[in-house]
């Protein structure tokens, strides 16, 4: 339950929590719930393990299956004239290929996320150092000193402060829809984009007749 500061309860930081899954197995300064040590090191592990079956699983399964598939043709038959021929090896090396991309795109994720931890980390700092040197020092003054030092603070938390927070929900959402949606959806394996051309049917026609 947090309701909010009044009753001692404080919402759990999350951005660091996610960084200390891989960063710090194991370490947890404030839990959430029970046993969430080792939910984190059961996913973390999890996450090292799907390397070699994704690596050695993957192509074996995937070969056998190419296998069952090419008894049902026979040597006559035109479907079988159109099956390639696919070797373990070749099903390994490109397997290989998109484990490392695997494996690349879990490090760039958390790095991401480091991008967002430091903006918050220069965000809550600032916050800071604004509000001692502009308004704490100055609300004891007399009334110019304080007017001008709240000038400053409003001007500095409009400025500064409100565009890094629109930076570092720019940076999440540019996270969230390019880069993981870019390691997940996108094989770049598609229909190649070809623009409807009147030019290029009647040439068609005008090479067929």
Not at 40 to 55: D, E, K
Not at 153 to 179: I, K, Y
């Amino acid at each position: 339950d947090f309701g909010g500061s009044g009753d001692g309860c404080q919402p759990p930081n999350l951005i660091t929590t996610l960084i200390n899954i891989a960063l710090a197995p194991g370490v947890v300064d404030e839990p959430m719930y029970n046993g969430q040590a080792s939910v984190q090191n059961i996913l973390l592990l999890i996450a090292f393990a799907s390397v070699p079956v994704l690596l050695f699983a993957k192509p074996y399964f995937l070969s056998r299956q190419h296998s069952s598939h090419a008894h049902h043709y026979d040597e006559g038959d035109e479907h079988g004239e159109e099956e390639e021929e696919h070797g373990f090896g070749e099903i390994l090396i490109h397997q290989a290929i998109e484990t490392i991309e695997f494996v690349l795109g879990m490090v760039s994720n958390t790095a991401s996320y480091l991008r967002l931890w430091a903006l918050s980390l220069a965000h809550s700092e600032l916050a800071t150092v604004f509000w001692e040197k502009a308004m704490l020092s100055t609300i004891n003054s007399n009334f110019v000193a304080a007017f001008i030092g709240y000038g400053i603070f409003a001007g500095v938390t409009f400025g500064v402060l409100l565009m890094m927070d629109v930076l570092e929900c720019f940076l999440h959402a540019l996270r969230l829809h390019w880069v993981e949606f870019q390691n997940k959806f996108f094989a770049a394996d598609g229909v190649r984009f070809a623009p409807y051309s009147f030019k290029q049917i009647i040439d068609e026609h005008s090479a067929a007749s």
